[in-house]
């Protein structure tokens, strides 16, 4: 069965730093991965997606992810954090035939001015 | 287009009542997921439609909770009777079809459940 990790429960970055949030995979097969955002009170928003190709891929708000299938990770980077980044990120994978979306436990991120 | 509507946003009812969850997908798409959030157990699929058809119920908690999709446009979670356990947020989100994009999952802005 797919499964997704995320090994950091909080972190807290100043604004204006970098930023990586990690994510580790279980799959047999190339996965499709995704990070999605959620802001308080609000649903889940989709940052980026991949699928295959070129193994770094942009989504929106200045974030990237890199796939690393040597690693089975899938982390999240963002080089200078903004106080608007403080929310919780999910990672999840997903299998190709199916839509069935397996979730992390989710980063909270807190952003200190 | 307006997103995955859920309705309502808030509901505090009481113990033993009966809670109707509702949602609209997107319009265009043919998968309808529930999802349930909780401080404890984080984000949990409930059961997924494909086509208006119940694919995966294997994350419904107990015989308490029931799911349909009588069309393309509308689905509903219904909880009966309501427990103080079944508090949480609940979230239903919309995939269009197609492999690839169609693993794309759209969400709501979910309903805050509460039950005294």
């Known amino acids: 069965a797919q499964s997704v990790t995320q090994p950091d429960i909080h972190i807290t970055v100043s604004e204006g730093a970098s930023l990586e949030l990690r994510c580790n995979y279980s799959y047999g097969a190339t996965p499709y991965l995704f990070w999605y955002v959620q802001s308080p009170g609000q649903g889940l928003q989709l940052l980026l997606k991949y699928f295959s190709g070129d193994t770094l891929v942009q989504g929106i708000k200045g974030f990237e992810a890199e796939f690393k299938r040597s690693q089975s990770s899938f982390n999240l980077r963002k080089p200078s954090v903004h106080w608007s980044d403080a929310a919780e990120y999910f990672c999840a994978v997903s299998s190709g035939g199916g839509n069935k979306l397996t979730f992390g436990t989710g980063t909270q991120l807190k952003v200190e001015l | 287009d307006a997103g995955v509507i859920q309705s309502p946003r808030h509901e505090v009812t009481e113990m033993g009542q009966e809670v109707t969850l509702r949602c609209k997908p997107i319009s265009g798409h043919n998968s309808l997921f529930w999802y349930r959030q909780t401080m404890m157990r984080g984000l949990e699929l409930l059961i997924y439609?494909?086509?208006?058809?119940?694919?995966?119920d294997s994350g419904m908690p107990e015989d308490r909770f029931s799911a349909k999709m009588p069309n393309a446009s509308f689905s509903t979670l219904k909880i009966q009777p309501s427990e103080p356990r079944d508090s949480a947020v609940y979230f239903c989100a919309s995939s269009p079809p197609g492999q690839g994009w169609g693993n794309i999952q759209y969400f709501g802005a979910g309903t805050r459940l509460s039950v005294l």
């Open positions: 439609f494909n086509n208006n058809v119940p694919i995966d």
